[in-house]
């Protein structure tokens, strides 16, 4: 008799057990000055939405430099396969090689139909020049689906799984 699937081959949706406790989507507390708020959807191949699907970020502080007391937070999307995080515009981060990498959030989602949840980044458009030099967003042919879009409250970032806009992933 063949042994029970494992959680990877029986993906979810069953992200809901993880959003369960502190408001893991708020990495900075509201009205925090420099706050900003990020939402965004995450769509199928057919720009459908994906209400089940999770969505992590880690990120630098503002001084740009990981902390173990900040960086980490978790959302659930909604029945519109919208996300959304409270938190600050992190620093530059040093590459490791004398350079900088421009300001950014490593975003990554978890989704039904997903062996493995996908990477990506979201970087800021109000950084023309450090996203110019940034040597992993130079990188890509086409980096244009890795740049937030501001809004009125903040900015806007969609992850398209997979189709002609798809986002650009990165190698977990």
Not at 5 to 23: D, E, H, M, N
Not at 46 to 74: K, L
Not at 113 to 135: C, I, Q, S, W
Request: proline share 7%; charged share 20%; glycine share 14%.
């Amino acid at each position: 008799m063949p042994a029970g699937q494992t959680p990877s081959q029986t993906v979810g949706p069953y992200f809901a057990l993880g959003l369960f406790g502190r408001q893991a989507n708020e990495l900075a507390a509201p009205g925090t000055p420099g706050a900003v708020h990020v939402t965004g959807r995450v769509l199928d191949g057919a720009g459908e939405p994906v209400p089940d699907a999770m969505v992590e970020v880690w990120q630098a502080g503002e001084e740009g430099r990981y902390r173990n007391d900040f960086g980490w937070g978790r959302s659930g999307c909604d029945a519109e396969g919208r996300f959304s995080f409270l938190t600050v515009k992190p620093g530059k981060v040093a590459d490791g090689s004398g350079g900088w990498q421009a300001p950014h959030l490593m975003v990554m989602v978890f989704a039904r139909g997903l062996l493995k949840p996908v990477l990506t980044r979201m970087y800021f458009p109000d950084e023309d020049v450090a996203n110019a030099e940034d040597h992993v967003l130079s990188a890509v042919v086409d980096g244009s689906s890795l740049i937030a879009r501001p809004t009125d409250g903040g900015l806007e970032f969609d992850v398209r799984l997979q189709g002609e806009d798809e986002t650009v992933f990165f190698a977990v």
